[in-house]
């Protein structure tokens, strides 16, 4: 019985983990469009030996995809207009506590979703954010208002001196949270 494949099969995952690491850790979310592409293609082309009978081939085929990422993100780092059309730009999806409907239209991105992330960052009112952008790997970037920004130590500290005082709240505040 040819038992071959074992040690290409070996070879093969310990070739993987190798090239892995020279194209960087980061979790799929974290993920540009370029490295997605690259990993899905290196998870494709390391089964093709045992079908076929050619590891170096293989080898040799996840290492150019590996080379062309590290090229690719070379490029993005070196030439502003290179990372703009590979990995692309932020877009603002909420502005001066509006919604930025056209944005959110052209992302795919739907108002329910966008609550859900702001809830899950614990924003409750859309009115408190100044900005919030979706950016190129997925996750919403936002920055509240001044009277909305959690009290800081520093605030804290200038509060207490007599420096500050706090804003009143509104008791009947509406928020994004569903009832």
Do not use: C
């Not at 590996?66 to 690719?72: C, D, F, R, S």
């Not at 919030?132 to 001044?146: D, H, I, R, S, V």
Request: glycine share 6%; no cysteine; net charge positive.
């Amino acid at each position: 019985m040819d038992l071959h494949f074992i040690w290409e099969s070996a070879v093969l995952v310990l070739t993987g983990i190798l090239l892995l690491r020279v194209a960087g850790r980061k979790s799929i979310s974290q993920m540009t469009l370029a490295q997605t592409v690259v990993m899905i293609s290196i998870g494709s082309i390391i089964i093709q030996p045992i079908i076929e009978h050619s590891l170096w081939k293989t080898i040799i085929a996840s290492a150019v995809f590996v080379g062309m990422l590290v090229l690719i993100e070379y490029l993005q780092l070196k030439f502003n207009t290179m990372e703009k059309f590979i990995t692309g730009k932020a877009k603002m999806v909420i502005k001066d506590g509006v919604p930025q409907y056209e944005n959110l239209k052209n992302l795919r991105f739907t108002i329910d979703v966008l609550e859900m992330r702001l809830r899950q960052q614990g924003v409750s009112k859309l009115e408190d954010v100044k900005t919030a952008t979706l950016e190129p790997n997925g996750q919403l970037g936002y920055e509240l208002k001044e009277d909305a920004k959690p009290l800081t130590v520093g605030k804290f500290k200038q509060m207490m001196a007599g420096n500050i005082t706090l804003p009143q709240q509104s008791q009947a505040e509406s928020t994004i949270f569903r009832k």
